[in-house]
């Protein structure tokens, strides 16, 4: 069975991706997808009943790290990169009102 | 013979006898770097300066006896998706242009204790995201066999700066093939080791339930001395394994006397270049003419991997690259109103098609109401996909089949039709799904003069048993691949 | 006559657990601290850092499930939470969808006499998002990610309150079995416990529920009791006047007691939850569960029981010690210094309430420490000082935390037991209140009175006044 993208689906994939789309790009997006999820379809040959999803190949489990401070002030490398920045702190666009 | 044909433990030997210095070495390279990347583009970042201090750090330490294993005092080059403190990292992206990490990632400094000097960062499919290291924000890396072609993707930069001599050896990652389809196109040595072999600390994710980093050299014994140096049980990576055996150069013994390995038919079925398929034909026949019991047998679901993996990759990308958003690091764009748009438009301007290809399906197939239908679809598969391995592994010690299924396509010829280049992964891809180790090893060159690999795969922690039928092949043919790439441009 | 409203409620409460460091990092988790100092690559969202999950948050996680009934999931994961905010450095929160930790618990709350038990849905392990500070004079915000991966659990009750007055029992019983386990000090100030409010009305009878709306990040008692009335009538007014409530998140502006719409077109409720990748699953054996059973502290009403019958502590006195974990360590720690536990219920009982009263502080937040209060039960029951200069050391350990022997020794405030002083004070005062003497002579008792405050004043206060009573008796025989 064919896949149809419609325009809202692309636009809402767009607002959780945070991609803003051009015309021409929706459009190759929009055909891109569906032939990639027609062939993803081809998955639906497979009976998976009763198959566990498996996250992880290997039954490795519990790897912890114990409760002890092992860092020290961080604000220098974690402000490095920043594009903005201001106080000791990233700046971006106001985010209330 | 020139420097730059020396495998790296050779060149370590040299250093190790005072042949060579490391500055001199670090210096040769650089004159080949210097004389090749115009035609071949397989650094985003060269630091001489840097490599020449670490030269000289180096060879006190050796001289001081402090350094005393097979790689001290050889240059490496490193794929730009591994973060090395203070050194631009970009994963070849315009959103990581100017980003320099404050920490260093666990498999280099692993090589560092090991007495490498890091030369430079190598170009790569922007993200990882292709096979054929052209959606590099920094423009395609060709192949030094015929540079109207490929080097295969995504770690092209690092198989073609090996194949090119610009560097003994590199550093690669592997999510869906990375490592091992670029070898075989560059006709190098290239290793993914077993999930969890290697640390992931510091790799800039793409798959992070597929990504490994592992090799790329000229030979086997090379590669088996830097996944010695490389491999670690890392408590900063929770996925990281602690294995047995880490003593992987041991493995190289010319001996494959009641080997079992297995040849998937379904490996060598419709798709698969004719040239391609009689050269692995006449490779396994060596082994077998090397006393290996070789069988063939059917491995189930082969072209379910595929489409499995793209929903899983695709999903942790989507989620692994929310990160870059203009706002700790990176790129971020000039104009925007507002906090949404700042977001909307630093990552569109700062990401390339296949990336954002790639983010806008995995957003896709996990949103409200798909979750289900693909996601717990694909990982349903992928437990069926490891249990068919499980299933061959029980009757093989390995497993042989092409890297590739055809040789390195000419450049520009693959990104029109991303399915298509997708089915070029074919098989490769299961080995991420199932976290089996796999490697490349170069079994001769097609009419076109552009190398071939054979693939080995090997069960989960069983790279010995792959570096063994590796190393007997190489022995058995003495290394025919060993010379450097001829660095033409032949039209087809 | 007019329709009969149901409030329906249900929480989300966030809780910061006490751990020294961050949930999936080595950062420190200490509050306040010049922005992004307690940062490292992990908690920033560093391309390449990596998650490995602190062993205590588990553990905290296990007891507060225990202690609130809950079934452990003894296979559980993380997932990751998707949605882009600058608060949350990964653009994912860490959290826990499809397996969480605890699940079908209850706590039992009273409500006047009215006893009944509030179910937990599910308990989940999360980590906490940075502080975003708006700049009143750019157009910007400031991120700061100290805050970023401390941990936290989320408590989700099913919606079984019908009033802020169970609302607000659920949480102080929730905050009390918290606070008792030492997992979290439950400060709503500090937002180490912050609630949301999920809430519908219904008309009384009804069978469904009508629509909820959330309300979050409300960061005192008294505001979710107002954000409830609020909202409950904000809620009535819609369906009366025919119209709907739509299913949303609102804001609670607690200045302007009204709530508003978080809504916007970028906010697509959609968080793409997956399995954490670079985590692996938690395997809880039972003999893990056992353990952490077998180290849960005496809870509230154990140790209410155990004060009445080791310390024979009235049950209205070990009521409030114990409605405080604070001021429950501090009675304990204090008895066992001064082994005078009546004494010690005293102070809390009698000058600490008042003091609280007086400087509008909670005892969670009562700052003394026990060997100054012990010291001081010492001292009085020496009759070293009197009862006036112990309520005025009192007041100065309440607020600076004073030692008593320093200051009593400092200011001179010791009783005088020097027989000769007080003898010749006496001696004055009978002289000079001749008009005392004689009445008490004459058999009005009283007059000792004023007699005994005439030799204190005289004193100083210094003196002990049983004694100084018992002089004056002796000498006006
Ligand atoms: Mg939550
Ligand atoms: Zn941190």
Known sequence: MANKISDETIEYVGILAKLELSGEEKENAKQDMEKMLDYIDTLNELDTAGIEPMSHVFPVNNVFREDVVTNGDGHEAALANAPKQKNHSFEVPKTIG | MDIFQLTAVELGQKIKEKEISVVEAVQKFMERIEATEQDINSFVTVDKEGALAQAEAVQKKIDAGELTGPLAGVPVAIKDNMCIKGQLTTCSSKILGNFKPTFTSEAVLNLQKAGAVIIGKTNMDEFAMGSTTETSYFGPTKNPHNTAHVPGGSSGGSCAAVAAGEVPYALGSDTGGSIRQPSSFCGVVGIKPTYGTVSRYGLIAYGSSLDQIGPVAKDVTDCAAILEAIASHDSKDSTSVQREDYDFTAALTDDVKGMKIGIPKDYFGEGLDAEVKSAIQKAVNVLEGKGAIVETFDLGLVKYAIPAYYVIASAEASSNLERFDGVKYGFRAEEYEGLHHMYKKSRSEGFGAEVKRRIMLGSFVLSSGYYDAYYLKALRTKALIKAEFDKAFAKYDVIIGPAAPTTAPELGKSLSDPLKMYLGDIYTISLNLAGLPGMSVPIGKDSKGLPIGMQIIGDCFQEKKMIRAAYTYECATNKEHETIAAMSKKEA | ?477
């Open chain 3, 1 to 477: 006559m007019a329709k009969q409203y149901e409030t329906v409620i249900g929480l989300e409460v966030h809780v910061e657990l006490a751990t020294k460091t961050k949930i999936f990092c080595g950062c420190s988790t200490e509050f306040g601290g010049a922005p992004n100092t307690h940062t490292c690559p992990v908690c920033t969202g560093m391309p390449g850092s990596l998650p490995v999950l602190n062993k205590q948050v588990v553990e905290y996680a296990m007891a507060v499930g225990l202690a609130t009934n809950c079934k452990i999931t003894q296979v559980c994961k993380f997932d990751r939470k998707n949605y882009f905010y600058p608060d949350n450095p990964q653009n994912y929160q860490i959290s826990q969808l499809y397996l969480p930790i605890a699940r079908d618990g209850y706590v039992e709350i009273e409500v006047g006499d009215v006893k009944k038990q509030v179910r937990i849905h599910e308990m989940h392990m999360e980590e906490d998002a940075g502080k975003l500070i708006h700049d009143e004079w750019d157009d910007s915000s400031l991120v700061d990610y100290n805050r970023s991966g401390v941990p936290l659990i989320e408590i989700v009750s099913e919606p079984d309150m019908r009033s802020s007055d169970e609302v607000i029992a659920y949480l102080e019983k929730l905050r009390l079995i918290i606070q008792y386990l030492g997992a979290s000090d439950c400060k709503l100030q500090e937002g180490s416990m912050r609630a949301d409010v999920n809430l519908s009305v219904r008309e009384v009878g009804a069978a469904e529920f009508g629509t909820r709306t959330e309300m979050k990040n409300i960061n005192s008692f008294k505001a979710i009791a107002r954000a409830i009335e609020g909202e409950r009538a904000r809620q009535i007014e819609l369906i009366e006047e025919g119209r709907q409530v739509i299913q949303e998140t609102r804001r609670w502006d607690d200045n302007k007691e009204s709530s508003y719409a978080m809504r916007s077109k970028e906010d697509a409720q959609d968080y793409r939850y997956f399995p954490e990748p670079d985590l692996v699953p938690i395997v809880i054996s039972d003999d893990w569960i056992a353990k952490i059973k077998s180290q849960e502290p005496e809870l509230r009403t154990e140790k209410l029981e155990r004060y009445k019958n080791e310390f024979a502590i009235p049950q209205y006195d070990a009521e409030i010690i114990t409605a405080s974990k604070t001021m429950a360590d501090l009675f304990e720690a204090t008895t066992a210094i001064c082994k005078k536990p009546k004494k010690v219920a005293n102070w809390l009982m009698g000058e600490t309430l008042r003091l609280m009263k007086e400087h509008a502080i909670e005892a969670d937040d009562l700052k003394f420490s026990p060997e100054n209060l012990a010291k001081l039960v010492l001292l009085a029951d020496a009759g070293d000082i009197n009862s006036s200069v112990a309520k005025e050391v009192f007041e100065k350990i309440f607020t600076d935390d004073i030692d008593p022997d320093q200051y009593v020794e400092e200011k001179g405030l010791k009783t005088v037991n020097d027989d000769g002083a007080l003898k010749s004070a006496i001696e004055t005062v009978i002289a000079n209140n001749q008009k005392a003497v004689d009445e008490y002579k004459g058999g009005k008792e009283k007059a000792i009175g004023a007699l005994v405050g005439q030799t204190m004043k005289a004193m100083q206060g210094k003196a002990n006044p049983a004694k100084v009573n018992e002089m004056l008796r002796e000498m006006l025989k």
